[in-house]
């Protein structure tokens, strides 16, 4: 019985060690997969960080171009009201300029016709 004994001790010996052997070499493909894994995702991280950052800077962009044109916009809307009151004053000026003219004409008349009609004006008797 200890022939028997002994050989089966061995072939199960042996097929320990080899089981032993294969699951060292599975935890070592299992560490390298995840090495490669963890690599890989620490990869993709530092792509979703420079996409992002691109992605940033883009969004500031458009926000600053955004300010700019609504700050010309409103720029421009000031300017619309100051031409509107700067034109109603000329307006009012040119109204005023052409009746301040016509009383003046009117009183160039008046004075004419002083003029004409006063003692001073005609000459003495020759």
């Known amino acids: 019985m200890s022939k028997s004994g002994g050989a089966a001790a061995g072939p199960t010996a042996a097929a320990a060690a080899a089981a032993v052997q294969k699951q060292k070499t599975l935890l070592q493909k299992a560490d390298a997969d995840v090495s490669s894994l963890v690599d890989n995702f620490a990869a993709l991280i530092n792509i979703a960080r420079i996409h992002s950052a691109d992605s940033l800077l883009k969004l500031v962009s ?4 955004t300010a700019i044109f609504s700050g010309l916009a409103s720029l421009t809307e000031n300017v ?3 031409i509107e009151v700067l034109s109603q004053q000329a307006e009012g000026t040119e109204r005023m300029l052409e009746r301040i003219g016509q009383e003046a004409a009117g009183s160039l008349k008046e004075l ?14 020759e």
């Not at 458009?62 to 171009?65: G, P």
């Open 62 to 65: 458009e926000l600053k171009r």
């Open 80 to 82: 619309d009201r100051r």
């Open 112 to 125: 004419e016709a002083h003029y004409y009609s006063s003692v001073v004006r005609t000459p003495p008797d």
